[in-house]
């Protein structure tokens, strides 16, 4: 990726009234954020409904004397800087509106792997959820070795998981609230350390910034909209992972909680996500792999024999579709959409036409089976 592409990103993200979803719209307009800020006075004229205003706001020297600043940080302490046209940059989060413009990513790990899930949780984390993401990660790493796990380095449920999959060799990332020119907590610097070399630290955030409240709920979009699913393992009433549930559920993922006793206070937000039908209630590494449409294909149930169009006319897409799910079996629609890198509404549209042929079927979760 040309680097001015990445200064530009990021100025384009210091440009005062614009906002993630607004910016995000002015490239996909526009081509590059590059060209964005090059042809800047005829906005107005190319792309309609464009207020000056917004044009006016792109005339800011400051944000690109920032922005190479930044890029100066990252390239010094050797920082991958992803920028939507990045093919590294997390595919599934590239899909949602309000994604980041830009990403910071010190590590190693691949987020456009076929499975990426979230394990996110209360910060007073008791012995009972500790022990859920020891075991469930133990188990996860001999039904899918190669999944990656996300979650924010928080004190409870977060660091757990972290340090579970680093036990287990899964690889690990943690989405941060603020700069890579530090670690939060300080206390979890020797885990964030530890996940550099299979995994990472991810942020949006410039260096020098702070990890302020209103962070931490922006950074859980991230952690939510880079997922296929979102686990809680345990929750009080309230709490970020509440709402990184709920924006699971507003980017079309799947959302799991663990029960718990209706008399214990870190069970509370799961027991009222399964009651309200946000969660699907899982209790084993088994139930969430089974719902998901990921068991190994020697312990898949056999599919059903259904009637279907013989020789049914398919478009090159509709084809690419089947050649995946024969390949690979049971996937999930976010896999598919990684697998044949297309957004989410056109495989929606893909799917729907390969079930009116016969050619597909729908599974509980959002999971598709190739009938044969």
Not at 208 to 233: H, K, L, Q
Request: charged share 25%; with cysteine; proline share 4%.
């Amino acid at each position: 990726m040309n680097s001015d592409e990445h200064v530009c990103s990021i100025a384009l993200t210091l440009c005062p009234g614009i906002g993630h979803i607004g910016a995000k719209r002015l490239i996909e307009g526009m081509g590059s954020a590059v060209e964005v800020f090059r042809r800047r006075t005829e906005l107005i004229e190319i792309l309609p409904g464009i207020s000056p205003t917004v044009a006016a706001s792109l005339d800011c020297p400051a944000a690109f004397l920032r922005a190479e600043k930044e890029m100066e940080f990252v390239e010094k302490n050797r920082i991958s800087c992803l920028t939507l046209k990045d093919t590294d940059y997390p595919s599934r989060l590239r899909e949602c509106e309000d994604a980041p413009l830009v990403l910071f990513f010190k590590g190693n790990t691949d987020f456009n792997r076929l499975r990426v899930i979230n394990m996110v949780g209360t910060r007073r984390a008791t012995d009972y959820g500790k022990q859920f993401c020891a075991d469930f990660l133990h188990d996860m790493a001999a039904l899918c070795p190669d999944i990656l796990v996300v979650s924010g380095l928080a004190y409870g449920i977060d660091i757990h998981a972290h340090r579970a999959a680093l036990a287990h060799q899964l690889s690990t990332v943690a989405v941060l609230a603020h700069g890579l020119d530090r670690i939060y907590p300080y206390v979890h610097r020797k885990t964030a350390v530890d996940m550099l070399e299979n995994g990472g630290l991810l942020t949006e955030f410039l260096t020098d910034t702070n990890p302020d409240r209103y962070n931490f709920v922006s950074r859980n979009r991230i952690v939510a909209g880079m997922c296929d699913a979102t686990i809680v393992v345990e929750s009080g009433d309230k709490g970020g992972s509440l709402i990184t549930a709920e924006l699971a559920e507003g980017y079309h993922r799947d959302c799991f909680a663990v029960p718990g006793r209706v008399s214990d206070a870190a069970s509370i937000g799961c027991n009222q996500l399964i009651r309200d039908s946000k969660a699907a209630l899982i209790q084993s590494a088994g139930d969430f792999v089974r719902a998901m449409g990921w068991m190994p294909a020697a312990q898949a149930e056999k599919p059903e024999a259904v009637q279907r169009d013989l020789f049914p006319e398919l478009t090159e897409e509709e084809s690419n579709v089947v050649r995946i799910l024969s390949s690979q079996g049971d996937l999930h629609i976010n896999t598919l959409v990684v697998e044949a890198n297309l957004p989410v509404n056109r495989m929606t549209t893909l799917l729907f036409e390969l079930e009116m042929k016969g050619v597909v079927k729908a599974l509980v979760g959002g999971v598709y089976r190739l009938l044969m």
